[in-house]
């Protein structure tokens, strides 16, 4: 196979323990995931000459893939917040078609939750008052207040109203009650939403992510490995990545995420159209995020994801299914949830997700599906287009 030409696969996708994971490391669960991520491919260790991680260890992720046993001859630690593991994704699926590497293991852990319980850490109001992040921070724009002056400026401009966001996490919710695996699966209802302590106008505690312990990991190999494993290949169609702003005052709309450019991109990379997309998978640290990143993927127009959100449509018997696995605000938000994204998506092509299996008109299996992450503040974004 020509160099370049390689199409790319991800052979094995796994989680760690989730939840509420009170007695081990980050660095554990990193490991425990890629170990169940080997498993379920089938393939040994020896085979991984890349990898990529980001979020853990003075010198990410040399200490990472150390503590693994692994000497890479491919890495990236690129850093971009929640959409990190998508955006890696993208530089790994180039880099295996280039030949510049045959395996790349993507890996990620986190005991946030844990943390905080024990003392070790506090929550993040911020990421920190330096470079141009200094003229924000001292009149109290906390990352929660950005996504909520966000979300209320959707509402001015288009109408959007509260109860529709509250729609995305009652259906989040809906979806988790359907795997075993999501922390919060007991049904809620608008009210409940609405009823909730007030974090930041107009988001209610129901409107955030929850927090959890966790890790993830996705194997990517080329496709000539793809005979020796375990499972049916999920292929990486198309890709696309993009950053936006860092301070609040350079983002020209508050209504549009940067997943306007990179969903484009990915779609046009893989030849598709949102209009084929059997299920997508998007960041969702709040319900805003839900609603805007589909209108910015094309699912809906602009100024009519609250609509959109309403009736049912992103359950997994939806018209769209959106975060089949409950997401951010019910499975696991361990930090930066990109790669769980990925490992959803692939075990819904594959036809692996239990009662949350998605199936098109007559039964089928889902062919197409949109992973889709956000991260900062919408300050960057990256989307996998995936297909079987």
Request: with cysteine.
């Amino acid at each position: 196979m020509r160099p370049g030409n390689r199409k790319v696969a991800v052979a094995g996708v796994a989680l760690s323990d989730c939840g509420r994971v009170d007695d081990t490391t980050p660095y554990a669960l990193h490991a425990q995931a890629a170990r169940r991520a080997l498993a379920d491919a089938g393939l040994d260790r020896a085979l991984v000459d890349g990898f990529a991680s980001a979020g853990l260890g003075t010198l990410a992720p040399v200490e990472v893939a150390e503590y693994l046993g692994l000497r890479p001859t491919w890495v990236d630690s690129t850093s971009v917040g929640g959409s990190t593991w998508e955006v890696m994704a993208a530089h790994a699926a180039d880099a295996i078609a280039a030949g510049h590497a045959n395996a790349v293991l993507l890996v990620y852990g986190s005991t946030a939750r844990a943390d905080i319980r024990a003392g070790r850490r506090t929550g993040d109001l911020s990421f920190g008052a330096r470079g141009p992040l200094q003229f924000e921070v001292p009149y109290g724009h906390t990352l929660i207040a950005k996504y909520a002056m966000a979300a209320r400026r959707h509402m001015i401009e288009h109408g959007t109203a509260i109860e529709q966001l509250a729609q995305v996490a009652v259906q989040a919710r809906a979806n988790a009650a359907l795997n075993p695996e999501a922390m919060f699966r007991d049904p809620i209802t608008v009210d409940d939403v609405l009823s909730g302590p007030m974090i930041a106008d107009p988001f209610t505690k129901l409107h955030c992510c929850i927090r959890s312990d966790g890790g993830a990991a996705v194997l990517l190999v080329a496709e000539e490995y793809v005979r020796d494993c375990r499972t049916a290949p999920v292929w990486i169609l198309g890709t696309g990545e993009h950053l936006s702003h860092a301070t609040m005052s350079e983002w020209p709309d508050f209504t549009v995420s940067p997943a306007a450019v990179s969903g484009r991109l990915a779609f046009e990379r893989a030849g598709v159209r949102p209009a084929e997309i059997d299920f997508a998978e998007i960041y969702d640290a709040f319900t805003y995020m839900t609603l805007v990143t589909l209108e910015d993927l094309g699912f809906c127009a602009k100024g009519e994801g609250g609509a959109f959100a309403e009736k049912g449509r992103l359950l997994v018997s939806g018209e769209l299914p959106v975060n089949t696995d409950g997401g951010g605000l019910s499975a696991q938000h361990p930090g930066m949830r990109g790669l769980f994204l990925l490992v959803e998506a692939v075990r819904q092509l594959r036809g692996e997700a239990g009662e949350r299996q998605v199936r098109r008109p007559g039964g089928e299996l889902p062919y197409l599906g949109v992973a889709s992450g956000t991260g900062g503040w919408f300050c960057s974004s990256g989307t996998v287009v995936l297909g079987r």
